[in-house]
Antibody, heavy 125, light 106 residues
Framework: QVQLVESGGGVVQPGGSLRLSCAAS????????MHWVRQAPGKGLEWVAF????????YYADSVKGRFTISRDNSKNTLYLQMNSLRAEDTAVYYC??????????????????WGQGTMVTVSS | DIQMTQSPSSLSASVGDRVTITCQAS??????LNWYQQKPGKAPKLLIY???NLETGVPSRFSGSGSGTDFTFTISSLQPEDIATYYC????????FGQGTKLEIK
């Protein structure tokens, strides 16, 4: 079945770094745009980053631009989020999510139809 | 940036009730609006895409309508398993979620 499984979360000190991974299965990973979305404890959802199916374009929320890097390895069916210069306000559950439609031609935005179970990132001294 | 305003922020209703949640965009987003359900401790689940299209496998008691700046999400007959927080999301320009509506059983 279609599945996304995140890993790599943990506790890190302010200013530190962490890399999250999202392993995909059950669909043609290389055909779909992918996202990271986060949710701070007791708060709502915040979109973090998007990468096109082939990695050619990447987009970020202003809150993480310049500190986070999204990437993918289509040969390994895996999505990544490199998080540097972490702050207390980055504390959240991080979800990876898949575009509802496969990419075709020019960039188009879609709903997120499959989500992982999430991985917790805590930034604290 | 496009802001999404959901109301109410919380709602208490009885089993069998018709429940309505609204979402207003700060500018015209056409029909680029989705609705998600999130149960406690779980990942969000897509229910409605493109404002009014029911995702495969989602019960028909869920529906969505609207275009432009004003959107509505409806549960025609509330079931106990519908207890969750519901989020709207615009994707006309980047992505923005509403602040969520927590639905409880009365």
């Amino acid at each position: 079945q279609v599945q996304l499984v995140e890993s790599g979360g943990g506790v890190v000190q302010p200013g530190g770094s962490l890399r999250l991974s999202c392993a995909a299965s059950g669909f043609t990973f290389s055909s779909y745009g992918m996202h990271w979305v986060r949710q701070a404890p007791g708060k709502g959802l915040e979109w973090v980053a998007f990468i096109r199916y082939d990695g050619s374009n990447k987009y970020y929320a202003d809150s993480v631009k310049g500190r986070f890097t999204i990437s993918r390895d289509n040969s390994k069916n895996t999505l990544y989020l490199q998080m540097n210069s972490l702050r207390a306000e980055d504390t959240a559950v991080y979800y990876c999510a898949k575009d509802r439609k496969a990419a075709a031609g020019k960039l188009q935005l879609y709903a997120f139809d499959i989500w992982g179970q999430g991985t917790m990132v805590t930034v604290s001294s | 940036d496009i802001q999404m305003t959901q109301s109410p922020s919380s709602l208490s209703a009885s089993v069998g009730d018709r429940v309505t949640i609204t979402c207003q965009a700060s500018q015209d987003i056409s029909n680029y609006l989705n609705w998600y359900q999130q149960k406690p401790g779980k990942a969000p689940k897509l229910l409605i895409y493109d404002a009014s299209n029911l995702e495969t496998g989602v019960p028909s008691r869920f529906s969505g309508s609207g275009s432009g700046t004003d959107f509505t999400f409806t549960i025609s007959s509330l079931q106990p398993e519908d207890i969750a927080t519901y989020y709207c999301q615009q994707y006309d320009n980047s992505y923005t979620f509403g602040q969520g509506t927590k639905l409880e059983i009365k």
